[in-house]
């Protein structure tokens, strides 16, 4: 099938989706029956810190931005973006934050304002969570991004990043060593100092670091540094007074049909208890890669059983998942959906990646699965923003 970019989808509305002659079986497969789970409760979390729901789930999304990513030779290859040139040619941090900051001056930024349009449209509701992923712990809160984000309702899920996604090489001088070792206080400061400006105005937001910490596809994964660095960013939000509302969502990779070499076990990395308000699980399903070419259920179930048990306190949130841009993708969001809301009772929270990556390729959403999700979301087990 072929994808509709978002200007078009804008352009022609949500009347082109009801030309799709498939609109009856859609909504028919997509509605749930009432679930039998056991209802999980959680202990309040303190101070402005994003609750898990009692009953229902939370429904989130990440847009990509058009111009992020061009296709070439059927494969999806990042831009030479100002952040991937200053990390190849850069030796100190300090050098790379002025090579940074003087490529991108007359870089135009996009409105996100627009991804959450387009999303609200496509739904007919406004996600509740919204994730930022681009934001850096180098650079300074996205507060102006986590504004448009708060002041549409919706709850910011903030990435306090250490470098490019789009390849393997860490920034100098920002890795989890440096970063245990107390060499990039100053810069965490500024960002937990922004993250208390704008939950003064605006409250509580989902925040990361260092995601997908087990494997080895992101330039700080498998860092045996990783739980003092996570334990040290803590505590520097702790004592800026960030953690009033900041909710730390500690995100691992489930290894589920991943190479054994390529990801290890995510309670390795378990910074402790008192260092985490949810626990956050990745998965991809891939139509190319037979190993992980499978449905959500299949991709996260030993790891949510692992971690659920080892952590009954916590709730979970599918911090970033997606699926094939496919002519069957709507099939599998149904199996998804339906699965999160009776199989996994600690999910209180769910986020589609609407993105593509070198790593998993092109997982936007088409036509026919945003409107299976437009059914799905009326049931109102899938919690939106007012």
């Not at 290890?264 to 308000?277: A, E, I, N, T």
């Not at 094939?324 to 709507?330: H, R, V």
Request: glycine share 6%.
């Amino acid at each position: 099938m072929k994808t509709i970019t978002r200007r078009e989808f804008l352009t022609k509305g949500v009347g082109f989706a009801a030309t799709l002659s498939c609109l009856e079986l859609i909504a028919s497969c997509a509605t749930t029956e009432t679930s039998k789970v056991k209802t999980l409760v959680y202990p309040p979390l303190p101070y402005h810190k994003i609750q898990p729901p009692q009953e229902g789930c939370l429904v989130g999304f990440f847009i990509e931005p058009e111009t992020s990513l061009r296709m070439k030779d059927s494969a999806f290859i990042p831009q030479r973006s100002p952040e991937i040139e200053a990390t190849r040619k850069a030796k100190t941090l300090d050098e790379f934050i002025t090579m940074l900051k003087r490529g991108t001056s007359s870089r135009k930024r996009y409105q996100i304002s627009n991804e959450i349009t387009y999303i609200e449209k496509a739904l007919n509701a406004k996600p509740f969570i919204y994730s930022l992923p681009w934001s850096k712990l180098y650079s300074e809160f996205p507060i102006t991004q986590a504004m448009v984000v708060a002041k549409s309702g919706i709850v910011p899920f903030v990435y306090g990043g250490l470098g490019p996604f789009d390849i393997h090489l860490p920034v100098p001088g920002i890795g989890p060593k440096e970063i245990a070792q107390g060499q990039c206080d100053s810069y965490i400061k500024k960002f937990a100092k922004g993250a208390v400006d704008f939950g003064k105005e605006y409250g509580g937001f989902f925040f990361t670091t260092m995601e997908e910490m087990n494997g080895n596809w992101f330039s700080w994964g498998k860092n045996s540094h990783f739980i003092p660095a996570w334990r040290h960013i803590w505590q520097i939000f702790e004592d800026q007074g960030a953690n009033q509302y900041a909710t730390w969502v500690w995100a691992a990779s489930c290894p589920e049909g991943v190479p054994s070499h390529m990801v290890d076990d995510p309670k390795l990395y378990y910074p402790g208890g008192k260092y985490v308000d949810w626990i956050g699980l990745c998965a991809m399903s891939v139509a190319e890669k037979p190993t992980i070419n499978h449905t959500l259920d299949v991709l996260i179930y030993r790891t949510y059983r692992q971690l659920s048990k080892d952590h009954p306190q916590k709730p979970i949130v599918i911090s970033s998942f997606g699926r094939t841009n496919e002519t069957f993708q709507y099939r599998w969001l149904i199996n998804a959906y339906n699965n999160i809301k009776n199989s996994f009772p600690a999910i209180k929270a769910i986020i589609y990646f609407h993105t593509t990556w070198w790593g998993t390729g092109d997982k936007t959403l088409n036509p026919k699965g945003l409107l299976t999700l437009k059914e799905i979301f009326k049931d109102p087990y899938w919690i939106m923003a007012k």
